[in-house]
């Protein structure tokens, strides 16, 4: 599925959602000029600066190296199916540890980091990727997540578990040897008086038949482990889902410093313009004042999304263990989620419906069993006892057929049988519960997605509008028409429809991530692209 090799992975280009041809007004681009990052932006709007999606630059948690990358052990387990997971993992699976790369002034790697391969690294495990952290896109920070989540190691531990319980319960079907020495001080018939002494006995049994105990027994714990493993597929969606929402609102994020950027630029522009004007005795001193004032909301909005940033970045740092200075750019994001195929909607494939189906079946397994309880065992047996000393009673052989059962006066097997028989009532109840539940999200979840496509297609207009009314009364207020805030205005109606269009372009997305979790198709989904690219 990965390639086993040392890859420098680069950030998954895909195309934002199609916006028609337009641009940027003059302050826009001076902020371009000045390095500043520049976020996709509605159509019919004046030229703009090309899309380049990425975050200004932060306090860096890491090494400036543009070389860094991190070291992800495994990551191809974390991508793989349920059923592919072994009962018990190897000590070093499922290990990730992330690491800055050595300088390359050490002389360490001679070969390029982008080609060398897993066999010419030492001490590198087998399946390992080297990912960017600059740049990280979507299915890598995924991925990196599945593969160090404590709550998929817990999960991972208790398919483990319950693929030796079902060994426990098919060894009753194999031969038991028993076994006993007993040293002491005693006598026994036909010996004069008491002495020291050894007793000691042997015996093999076959169980023959149990009426459907032991058979009950291993079909309970099949069904026990059939419902772990698909908890653990649930709790490997649930993880991806949390990973690819905090990816997708930081890339938001980034594009929200940079429309907060432009802004600032926009009305920069406009104080020069205005300085201008006061010289030359064209407006009054005071439109200085209301510029700076814009100006300064317009530096705290600034401050606001550098701390939505920050926020979200620390939610992924704990995700994945390191901190990126920067992602790959929601519209890029947005195209590979969209690209990643229909949502569907059977919910009854879903990792969470079919772990109720396995409770319900497991709980079904555990009425027979408690039915199979009021009926003995039968096998057979052979045994040797042998006492040290002089020959005695005690030494024997026999063999022969065994049966044994017990019966309770208290109405112990009608109690059992009760209980389990109200154990599966629940666990039904629980998987109908289920199925609503599933249903329920993944209908939010598609309205989500269309709601959020009308709110991206509404704030488009409005910006266009704002823009085209701003350009009008810079004009009227020449003329004397208008007033400063006229003008100065609809740069902060720009800005705020511009962070509502990022947002309603991200809800979209994470809504679209949650239709494909709710049918248990996300990871599945993200498995088959990376299957496809390699292709």
């Known amino acids: 599925m990965f390639a086993t090799a040392w890859l420098g992975i680069a950030p998954a280009v895909s195309a934002a959602p199609p916006l028609p041809a337009g641009g940027l007004s003059v302050a826009a681009t001076t902020a371009a000029r000045s390095n500043a990052p520049v976020v996709p932006l509605p159509s019919a709007l004046p030229p703009a600066a090309p899309h380049r999606f990425d975050a200004p630059p932060l306090p ?6 543009p070389m860094r990358r991190i070291v992800l052990s495994n990551l191809s387990r974390a991508f793989a199916s349920s059923d592919e997971l072994p009962p018990v993992r190897p000590s070093r699976d499922g290990v990730t540890t992330i690491t800055p790369d050595p300088d390359p002034i050490d002389g360490a790697l001679d070969a390029p980091i982008d080609t060398l391969p897993v066999a010419d690294a030492a001490g590198a495990s087998d399946d ?15 991925g990196i997540a599945i593969a160090r989540h404590p709550d998929i190691g817990r999960a991972n531990a208790e398919v483990a578990q319950s693929t030796s319980e079902v060994e426990v319960a098919k060894a009753a079907w194999y031969p038991k040897i028993d076994y006993g020495v007993r040293p002491g001080y005693g006598g026994s018939f036909g010996s004069n008086g008491n002495r020291t002494g050894t007793r000691a006995s042997i015996g093999v049994s076959q169980l023959l038949y149990d009426f459907g105990r032991t058979s009950s027994r291993i079909s309970a714990a099949d069904s026990t482990l059939s419902q772990r493993r698909f908890q653990l597929a649930d709790t490997i969606e649930t993880v991806a889902y949390q990973t690819a929402s905090t990816f997708i609102e930081l890339a938001a994020s980034q594009d929200v410093i940079a429309a907060a950027q432009r802004q600032v630029a926009a009305l920069t522009e406009t104080r020069a313009k205005i300085l201008d004007r006061v010289r030359a005795g064209l407006s009054v001193s005071s439109d200085r004042n209301l510029v700076e004032l814009a100006i300064l909301h ?5 401050l606001k999304a550098h701390t939505r940033f920050d926020v979200a970045a620390a939610k992924l740092t704990e995700l994945i263990g390191a901190r990126p200075r920067r992602v790959a750019g929601l519209g890029g994001t947005v195209g590979f989620v969209g690209g990643l195929g229909s949502i569907g909607g059977n ?9 109720a189906e396995a409770a319900v079946d497991a709980a079904d397994a555990r009425v027979r069993l408690a039915e199979a309880e009021r009926f003995p065992s039968i096998g057979i ?18 063999i022969g057929l065994a049966v044994s059962g017990n019966y309770s006066l208290g109405g ?11 154990e599966l ?8 519960n289920q199925r609503l539940v599933t249903r329920s999200a993944l209908k939010a979840a598609q309205i989500e ?24 009364y810079w004009q009227e207020y020449i003329l004397n028409k208008r007033t400063l805030t006229d003008v100065v205005n609809p740069e902060r109606d720009i800005f705020e429809s511009e962070v509502e269009w990022i947002n309603a372009l991200a809800d979209g997305s994470i809504a679209r991530v949650k239709a494909y979790v709710a049918v248990g198709k996300f990871v599945e989904l993200l498995r088959e692209h990376e299957g496809s690219r390699h292709e």
Do not use: C, F
């Open 425 to 432: 009532r629940a666990n039904r109840e629980s998987l109908e």
């Open 449 to 472: 997605v269309s709601g959020a496509a009308a709110r991206r297609a509404s704030y488009e207009k409005v910006i266009a509008l704002s823009r085209a009314s701003r350009d009008l």
């Open 347 to 355: 919910v009854e494939h879903t990792p969470s419906v079919l772990a």
């Open 298 to 302: 317009a530096q705290a909005e600034v």
């Open 412 to 422: 112990l097997a009608k109690h059992q049988i009760a209980a389990a028989e109200a």
């Open 381 to 398: 047996g052979a045994s040797r006892a042998i006492s040290s000393g002089r020959p005695n009673a005690s030494n024997d052989t026999w």
């Open 60 to 65: 860096r948690a890491m090494p400036a190296d």
């Open 128 to 142: 390992t990727l080297r990912i960017a952290l600059d740049d990280l896109s979507l299915r890598d920070a995924v």
